[in-house]
């Protein structure tokens, strides 16, 4: 089989709708978490009332000069923000509620440039992929509305590019960073780890292990990081790598949210979409009873050869 | 012309539903594909996106490089304010003018400080941003509600990272006199001549 024809089987195979869903339902309330602190001074942060840096022209750090807005203009977007997150993550005119939310993302990233950080850049795009996608087909309100119209409920697996691109997304972003990593410090500096784990960011666990671990094991994790990183597109690939990849990303992730206060949300953000993109099928079809019902179980979503494959144990990633 | 029946019209328009549903998935997925291309090829540090795409899109998909380089020192960044009536800088406290994320880097003033530290004009903007807000609104910002401030000076804190192993305190924010000089770099103070005329108008106001 070409490789082009195993990317459309790997595009046109069912997957369960619970792995959008828990996007749909998780990451908005991340992202408004992450946003919390700026919604709560919305006229500093995209009104007239903070500090704003003059239009630049071409500067680097300024891709696009938007100026600041007036404090009841500031204040609708913030509660246009919210209401919308919250409409997504409750599935109700999903669609919209997820475009509207992406749009209030995509803006206030470009307005303050000053207070965009990675969710700020990362989230609109996500929002994007989750109102592409059947997103509103499980565990919503448009769901429930669904079946109480209609007496029928909606398919919870079908093909699904956006389950795709989110399962793309975490793997990308990790290699792409151990690329980064790799050409700047990570191989000749060895302790780039330690390194960064002092300052404002410096929680009280980040306080102990920065005095607690010697300075091999901090090689030693830098090195399995940039191995974990570098490597992630071939281990979340390999079915038999995939669990441990996965365990791997999620424990990373958890530590970086542990020993980086402020950057928890970008730790939450990744471990949804990990864990939508690539936990075990099994666990979608705890979701979705009408799913388990159905099939008993549902198999793994990726294509398999020969009937050995098709048992219960081995479906499972 | 041959006789149509709603039927066939209604299948007619079922099918070209489906001819732009169709067209609609494949132009998402080119989509999808080249925003996951960029953000790989940002890593790699090529940069042939950002120089193709407008900055606005590009910088969407600025996402993946974090952390890249080993940090030589803890960097904070603080301000000290011109008195008019002492003639004399004194440490400022900027955080009531900033009330994003007060306590940490993630603050709009660090990141301003940051980003634009070598840029005149951003610099002049703050400059007179921190002032207004102290003669107009002042905050508990060290300063006296009463006295006026004729200008700013911006520096970084460059706080040495302590070596492994060795015991050290967890990282606090602590005044500037904490700090050998050697540690402070000063990056902007308002011009003498600014200073003056702001400290004079404002005297004469009084009077």
Sequence with gaps: MTFGARIARWLETPVPLARLALVRIVLPLVVLGFMSARLAHASHWIGDAGFRVPDLGDHWAQPLYVPALPAWAAWTVAVAMIASGLLTSVGLKTRASALVFAATLVFCALSDRLAAFSVSKLSPTLILAVAAGPAERVLSVDAWLHKRRTGKKWKSERPCGSIRFLQLVPLTIYMASGIAKARADWLHEPLVLYSQIHGSYQTWIAYSLARAIPSWLWTTLQGTVLVFESTAPITFAIRKTRPYALVFGLGMHAMIALMFGPVVWFSLLMMTVLAAGWMPDRFFALMTPAARDRRGDLSDTTPRRGPARRSRRATSP | ?207
């Design chain 2, 1 to 207: 012309m041959k006789p149509r029946t709603r039927d066939v019209r209604a299948f007619e328009r079922e099918e070209k539903r489906e001819v732009w549903r169709r067209r609609g998935r494949i132009a998402l997925r080119v989509v999808a594909c080249a925003w996951l291309a960029c953000v790989a090829l940002d890593g790699a540090g090529c940069s042939a996106p950002s120089k193709i795409l407008p900055r606005p899109i590009a910088f969407f998909t600025q996402v993946a490089v974090l952390f890249p380089r080993a940090a030589h020192a803890t960097i904070d960044y603080r301000a000290e304010a011109w008195i008019c009536s002492k003639q004399t800088w004194v440490e400022m406290d900027t955080r009531p003018y900033f009330p994003i994320d007060p306590d940490d880097k993630e603050n709009r003033f660090n990141r301003a400080m940051h980003f634009f530290r070598e840029n005149r004009a951003t610099m002049h903007a703050l400059d007179r941003y921190i002032v207004r807000n102290h003669d107009d609104h002042p905050g508990p910002d060290g300063i006296d509600p009463g006295e006026r401030i004729g200008g700013v000076r911006l520096m970084s804190l460059r706080i040495p990272i302590p070596k492994v192993g060795s015991s050290f305190e967890r990282y606090e924010r602590y005044p500037l006199s904490h700090y050998p000089d050697a540690e402070r770099k000063a990056f902007y103070h308002t011009p003498e001549s600014t200073r003056e005329r702001r400290c004079a108008f404002q005297i004469e106001e009084h009077d």
